[in-house]
């Protein structure tokens, strides 16, 4: 199995509204990350997680809360969200954090803030 | 700190001829490139990195990137486009000490039949 597999694909939530995002891999990385992007743009890291730490956290608002069950699962939490929050929402994983490791991405989750 | 810059906010080729992506980047030390292709509401593939040895590296679907020390450059290449490969790039750094990935702004590649 080499994927990430993000679930929902899309999502549409209130201002008000709690849900989570999903992202899962069997390839035995150690290394997960969430980045958002918007339209046509690159990528943005939000977190990193190393050996089911956090390890780096970039200033991102605390109405998204990422959380690491186990080394094949992340989640990331949204509550409260903004309609500027919209955006895809993408999952990627690696061997390590060292800098020689690329990592696979999945196919991300398209949200709306409403 | 690390960073990648991708000149060309779009390139246009017609199918059959050779294309160019290009990048730069600067990085404090040896610095670890990456090429990545993004379709329309998808996630990032990815096509081929450089770590060290040769300077010519293949990747996938027919790319190959080469790397320039003296100029910092990292562009990516392929002999003959294909329509198919339309699509978003995406170029790549870490530095030797880094363990975060950043990303250049991207080049649109829009091949004509």
């Known amino acids: 199995d080499t994927e990430v597999t993000q679930t929902p694909k899309h999502l549409v939530m209130g201002m008000t509204n709690k849900k989570s995002l999903k992202c899962e891999q069997h390839?035995?990385?150690?290394?997960m990350y969430w980045y958002k992007q918007k339209a046509k743009k690159p990528p943005e890291l939000m977190f990193v997680?190393?050996?089911?730490?956090?390890?780096i956290n970039e200033s991102v608002p605390s109405r998204f809360s990422p959380e690491c069950p186990n080394s094949s699962l992340l989640n990331l939490h949204l509550h409260a969200l903004q309609p500027e929050d919209s955006a895809l929402y993408l999952c990627?994983?690696?061997?390590?954090?060292?800098?020689?490791?690329?990592?696979?991405f999945g196919s991300g989750t398209r949200l709306t803030v409403v | 700190a690390q960073s990648v810059a991708q000149p060309e906010d779009q390139v246009n080729v017609a199918e059959g001829n050779p294309l160019t992506v290009k990048c730069t980047y600067s990085?404090?030390?040896?610095?670890?490139l990456f090429w990545y292709v993004q379709y329309p509401n998808r996630g990032l593939q990815f096509l081929l990195k450089?770590?060290?040895?040769?300077?010519l590296v293949k990747g996938s679907y027919g790319f190959e990137a080469e790397f320039n020390k003296s100029q910092t450059s990292f562009h990516l290449k392929k002999p003959s486009a294909l329509v198919s490969d339309s699509a978003l790039y995406f170029c790549?750094?870490?530095?030797?000490?880094?363990?975060?990935?950043?990303f250049g702004a991207g080049t649109i590649l829009r091949v004509k039949s």
């Open positions: 390839m035995g990385h150690r290394a």
């Open positions: 997680y190393s050996y089911e730490k956090l390890s």
């Open positions: 790549a750094v870490r530095g030797p000490w880094g363990n975060k990935l950043v």
């Open positions: 990627a994983s690696s061997q390590a954090t060292g800098p020689n490791y690329g990592y696979t």
């Open positions: 450089y770590i060290t040895g040769d300077n």
């Open positions: 990085v404090s030390g040896n610095p670890y």
